[in-house]
């Protein structure tokens, strides 16, 4: 049974930092892309950073371009996002999830549709 979980999120203050991690299991984590979302109350959920399986290959969304740094080990099925100069408005529950390579990797990668397993998802809260 594949699992995906988070962990790392918490409270922090705006210009803060905080690192979350997402461990699998139940498959082989460096045969998927990954991604990470983020949903805010009253908002759709929304593209963060994607990861391909390799690691080589990231992209991000705007508002968190030079920010955050999404990586992954592949010996530990683990992906990580580095989030730095947080502010109030990269509060939200975090999910990471998994995307089959077969999506391919220029695809529509902000798309939820295209990941299969999602986490439980981790709270973010930036206080200004």
């Known amino acids: 049974q594949v699992q995906l979980v988070e962990s790392g999120g918490g409270l922090v203050q705006a210009g803060g930092s905080l690192r979350l991690s997402c461990a699998a299991s139940?498959?082989?984590?460096?045969?998927?892309?990954a991604g990470w979302f983020r949903q805010s109350p009253g908002k759709e959920r929304e593209f963060v950073a994607t990861?391909?399986?390799?690691?080589?290959?990231?992209s991000y969304a705007d508002s968190v371009k030079g920010r955050f740094t999404i990586s992954r080990d592949n010996a530990k099925n683990t992906v990580y996002l580095q989030m730095n100069s947080l502010n109030p408005g990269d509060t939200g529950v975090y999910y990471c999830a998994r995307r089959p390579r077969g999506t391919g990797w220029s695809t529509d990668y902000s798309n939820p549709d295209l990941y299969d397993y999602w986490g439980q998802g981790t709270q973010v809260t930036v206080s200004s």
């Open positions: 990861i391909s399986s390799s690691g080589i290959s990231t």
């Open positions: 139940g498959s082989t984590f460096g045969n998927y892309h």
